[in-house]
């Protein structure tokens, strides 16, 4: 664990991290009691009250700027082990996970001298010692997104990473300490779901922010009401991607493709339902199915793997337990005739069609590479069907009509909304939902807000 500046070993059991690839054991590390942490909330409120807080902003961007230059100097090495640890493909860690996480730093640096420009009054205050927890679909990416805004606004922060993924978090410590940032400003604790509830539910902790299960926001909600601490939850979704028959077909289907299938569906803003105008279903359907027939799904560490491991056994359980609901319920199961390696986690991209709005496989978050086709006539109907769910998270909308696209982006209940694009993130955009998938934002100015106490009348 990287605990006040040290790496120590933790008083909780030690945990051993699987290669999901090839179910190998990949490196044991040590994991938190109860008291670690509270020595690391203690740490964290040291450094808060301490250097952090007597230090010019100017000098906290630079910390941020330097962390920024660590990720990227270590790229390689991060995009390997993220590979290893998480499943999947080489080429997303690489050119997505690792590439953003650095970006999330280089971009928050920039902000820690310009808080008074946020918008949020002439001098708004950072919150105090914030605890953070991480799930494991995006391991080194959120601990960035929550790292780098927590630190830029002069907070100190312990954050868990999630127990299948805890190995990039480690290497973002070494990154942490070679930049020199003073002892306790961030601490990381790696454990199991207790850990985490340790950590949220801590006295000492002034905000609270968390990523992962709707189920799991709903506890750590219940858990701080009335307690006045800060919260920002960041939850699952059940996005709609929605195709008209004015679209560009191919590139909408190469839209769809990386809407569920980019980290084998394990994204929370994923496009698990594909909601396409009647008109030309038929013909997004065939082409879908001759475009997933090319994705490769095998070795993650293979640089031409288009899809990889899924991250555990419990969730491939999870997402083979919620496709066969499909199956029972009457959709028509689609599966790429790909071949599934002998040994690893492994699920073949799947295309259900003929879905109806009550099926679980349209009200579920899946969590894997299964797409759910719902068709429409009407843009009125295609924004009842895509509003039609407990989440707002993200939303997809390919046409080439721009009127349409600023409609459907009003009236659709997501967070976020990509027009002719999907999955794109920039740390300079806010993201985050409303409703089941949670609230608060992450990036951005608004991103900022959260992690800060704005002045009285002060305009967010
Ligand atoms: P969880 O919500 O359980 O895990 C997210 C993080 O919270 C992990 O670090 C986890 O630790 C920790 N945690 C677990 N229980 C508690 C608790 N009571 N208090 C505080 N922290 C806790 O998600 P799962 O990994 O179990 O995934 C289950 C489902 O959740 C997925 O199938 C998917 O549908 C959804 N999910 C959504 C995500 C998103 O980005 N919106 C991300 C991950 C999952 P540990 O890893 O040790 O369990």
């Known amino acids: 664990m990287y605990l006040d500046g040290d790496f120590v070993d933790g008083q909780g059991d030690d945990l051993t991290s699987v290669n999901p690839a090839t179910e190998e054991p990949l490196a044991t590390v040590s994991t938190a009691s109860a008291a670690d942490v509270d020595r690391a ?24 700027f330097r ?41 928050h640096a920039g902000w820690a001298d310009k808080l008074a420009h946020a ?8 919150l105090g010692v914030v605890g953070q927890v991480i799930p494991w679909n995006f391991p080194l990416l959120m601990a960035a997104w929550k790292i780098a805004p927590a630190l830029a606004a002069g907070n100190t922060v312990v954050l868990k990473p999630a127990e299948t993924t805890p190995l990039t978090a480690l290497v973002l410590a070494e990154i942490l300490a070679d930049a020199g940032l003073p002892d306790g400003v961030v601490n990381i604790l790696p454990g199991a779901g207790d850990v985490g509830q340790a950590l949220v539910r801590h ?28 919260l920002t939850l960041e939850l699952g979704g059940k996005a709609a991607n929605i195709v008209f028959d004015d679209a560009p077909l191919d590139q909408a289907v190469e839209g769809i493709v990386n809407g569920i299938f980019f980290n084998q569906g394990h994204v929370c803003c994923a496009g698990s339902r594909l909601l396409v105008q009647e008109s030309v279903a038929d013909e ?18 293979d640089k031409n793997t288009d899809v990889g491991a899924v991250n555990s056994a419990e969730q491939l359980q999870r997402i083979t337990e919620l496709s066969a609901t499909g199956d029972l319920e009457g959709a028509q199961r689609w599966t790429s005739p790909c071949p599934l390696p002998d040994r690893g986690y492994f699920f073949p991209p799947t295309v259900f069609s003929g879905v ?23 843009p009125d109907e ?3 069907k895509a509003n039609n769910t407990p989440y707002g998270l993200s939303a997809g909308v390919w046409t080439e009509k721009g009127s349409r696209i600023l409609g459907m982006a009003s009236a659709l209940r997501a967070g976020v ?24 934002r992450e990036g951005g100015r608004a991103g900022l807000a959260a992690y800060l106490r704005s002045d009285e009348g002060a305009q967010a």
């Open 41 to 64: 909330v203690t740490a964290a409120r040291r450094a808060y009250e301490g250097p952090w807080s007597a230090m010019p902003a100017a000098e906290r961007g630079k910390y941020l």
């Open 67 to 107: 962390i920024a230059r660590g990720i990227a100097e270590r790229a390689r090495e991060l995009a390997v082990v993220e590979t290893l640890d998480n499943g999947k493909p080489i080429k997303e860690s690489r050119d997505v996970d690792v590439p953003t996480a650095s970006a999330h730093f280089f971009y």
């Open 119 to 126: 918008g949020l009054g002439p001098a708004p205050r950072p």
């Open 203 to 230: 006295p000492g902790i002034d905000k609270v922010a968390f990523t992962g299960s709707t189920e799991v926001g709903r506890q750590i909600q219940s858990a701080l009401a009335g307690t006045g601490r800060a």
């Open 284 to 301: 997004v359907l065939d082409k879908l199915r001759l475009r997933i027939s090319t994705l490769r799904l095998g070795d993650p560490m």
């Open 356 to 378: 109806t709005q009550s099926m679980r496989i349209a009200r579920d978050e899946i969590f894997g590479p299964v797409l759910s086709v719902l068709t429409f006539r009407t």
């Open 382 to 384: 295609a924004v009842a």
């Open 417 to 440: 909304v990509w027009a002719n694009t999907f999955n794109r993130f920039d740390p300079t955009a806010a993201f985050g939902g409303y409703r089941e998938s949670g609230f608060g």
